[in-house]
């Protein structure tokens, strides 16, 4: 499964690079927009976005459907002044619930200029890639591309911290090569990474050699992780003996998984014990690598190293020789995000179903997750707690009291964690459903609607069991003290059964009659045809008129 999506682009295409491109969709809500300066995107999908008014509510998003599995995302953010209003926005995104990426304003200059590309690989469960963005303040957030990709859900050592974890991407980088991947060349990467350069990223460029071969590298483009040859036929090194030293930036709350990507590609090493370096991370001193006695030469090999309890912005990562001289093709750096609770399935499908029933304005902003992530407010008039053993979110309140809507409520609502609900002063109709009898529910106001039909009985017994109920100004509502008898034809669940014989009786009685008319009218036309001879030859119809004739004379 591989989905891209041209975020404000009209049209499908394919790139420069071959990647196939799809017209903007999935989305919430939002407007398209064009960056102010397109002749400074060389890529089509960089050059147009979608927006975000606070008008359409402070949480909107793109859900796309896809099977359950591992993915690669992909974003691309971009300002460059669209609206002229010389304000880079601040927001927040989520993807499957789970904070990810903040934007503040104001952005970098390069950033807000030509935009930025942010990665993650999630675990998708639920059958819907839902990525968010949440507005801070009254800015708009916007977004300039989004790509979907499913990979090997073994990749990256998953089993070992299971696939409630995402890792984001907090620096990829080629060591001694130019930048490669999706949007920087044709060499191509089976999950579509991108590999940055490290020119910035390296402490001292001092006594550094570059070591590249075309020369073809074994064990790459292998499961699970796919990694591509081209990563290892560049290495940075050091002309004489000494230290490389890398500087990745770093965010101090968060874990950080570190993978480093050797290969033996200096034809002059060709036994063990020529290149041997201790790996250095944050001063801790976590392994000793010998590339050619753990692979040989022309041979991919991978070391992966998880670092914890970060106290500064930068991590630091130092090859520091004890024979001959460090090598190092690629290092990665991934945060390991633990993925937010989320809302109990059930209420959340619920909440759908009420949110299309009552035809929920956008300004409310009822998308994604109603409760997730729980660092952001919950969908407008919806209230969120932790479940009894703090598994998954749940909805216990629920207020959207004088907000114009319209429609029925849907059956459904009334689950087990709902404890209030003010539905008061809008125009709905139809009948209450029996779900709002739930047991745990304290207080129901639905005063000041249009609905009509019979009180379900545990409704009213919330009153009885010393909640709140408030059903004044539904003046169709029977069937409960205060409130008319229902007449005959209504029941719990609506039109009673005698009710619903009365009525097909009646309809068989009029399909009877519409037949019983229809005959007649179709025998007396019969007659008057018989009459008059219609339908045969002019001639036989003269002759049929003197008979006619003389026999009256007679």
């Known amino acids: 499964t591989v989905i891209r999506i041209d975020c404000g682009g009209y049209n499908n ?26 002749h400074n995107f060389d890529q089509e999908q960089e050059r147009t976005l979608r927006f975000f008014p606070i008008a ?136 579509g990474r991108a590999w940055q350069s490290d020119i910035n990223f390296v402490n001292s460029l001092e006594r550094t050699h570059v070591l590249s071969t075309q020369n073809l590298i074994k064990s790459t483009d292998q499961a699970h992780d796919y990694f591509p040859p081209h990563l290892y036929q560049t290495a940075l090194t050091l002309t004489s003996k000494g230290q490389l030293e890398y500087r990745l930036p770093v965010d101090t709350r968060l874990d950080y998984m570190l993978w480093f990507h050797f290969a033996e590609i200096d034809p002059s090493i060709n036994a063990p014990g020529q290149r041997v370096f201790d790996i250095i991370v944050n ?17 991919a090999f991978r070391w992966q190293h998880t670092a914890h309890n970060l106290t ?4 630091s990562i130092k090859l520091v020789a004890v024979h001959g001289t460090p090598l190092i093709n690629g290092v990665e750096n991934y945060a390991l995000i633990p993925m937010d609770l989320a809302t109990v399935t059930s209420e959340v499908a619920a909440m759908r179903a009420l949110k299309e029933s009552l035809r929920i304005p956008d300004r409310m902003g009822w998308n994604g ?14 209230t969120c707690y932790y479940n009894k053993d703090s598994t998954a979110l749940v909805i216990t309140h629920l207020n959207l ?79 409960v003290p205060s409130l008319p008898d229902c007449p005959y034809f209504w029941e719990k669940d ?37 009459d008059f001879g219609l339908g045969l030859p002019h001639d036989l119809i003269l002759r049929s008129n003197r008979y006619q004739k003389q026999k009256n004379r007679l």
């Open 283 to 299: 001063d801790i001193n976590v392994h000793q690598i010998d590339i050619f006695k753990e692979v040989g030469s022309f041979t």
């Open 56 to 191: 359409m509510g402070k949480k909107n998003c793109y859900t796309v459907n896809v099977p359950d599995g591992r993915y690669y995302i992909r974003t691309f953010f971009v300002y460059d002044n669209y609206d002229s209003r010389k304000h880079s926005p601040s927001f927040e995104v989520s993807v499957e619930g789970t904070l990810v990426f903040s934007w503040r304003s104001p952005w970098l200059d390069e950033n807000a200029k030509l935009g930025a590309y942010s990665d993650l690989f999630a675990f998708i469960k639920d059958g819907e890639a839902t990525v968010c963005l949440y507005s801070i303040a009254t800015d708009a957030p916007v977004i300039g591309s989004l790509e979907i990709v499913q990979v090997d859900p073994l990749s990256y050592a998953s089993p070992s911290f299971g696939n409630n974890v995402i890792l984001v991407n907090y620096g990829r980088l080629t060591c001694g090569s130019n930048s490669f991947g999706p949007g920087f060349s044709n060499d191509t990467d089976r999950f």
């Open 312 to 315: 500064k912005s930068t991590i």
């Open 494 to 530: 609506g039109l009673s059964v005698g009710a619903k014989i009365g009525i097909a009786l009646s309809a068989v009685l009029l399909v009877i009659m519409l037949i019983s008319i229809l005959y007649i009218c179709f025998m007396r036309k019969r007659d008057k045809d018989y």
């Open 369 to 382: 997750d109603p409760c997730a992530p729980s660092t952001w407010d919950a969908w407008e008039g919806v």
């Open 13 to 38: 295409f394919t790139s420069q690079f071959n990647l196939s491109w799809i017209s903007d969709r999935f989305f919430s809500g939002g407007a398209p927009g064009l960056v102010s300066e397109p």
């Open 401 to 479: 009291s004088s907000n114009s809507l319209r429609g029925s409520i849907p059956t459904g609502l009334g689950h087990a964690s709902l404890k209030t609900v003010d539905l008061s002063n809008n125009q709905l109709s139809g009948m209450i459903p029996q779900s709002l009898g739930s047991l745990q529910l304290q207080l129901v106001l639905l005063n000041g609607n249009e609905m009509e039909g019979q009180v379900p009985e545990d409704l009213y017994s919330i009153g009885v069991r010393g909640g709140t109920i408030n059903l004044t100004g539904n003046l169709a509502l029977c069937g």
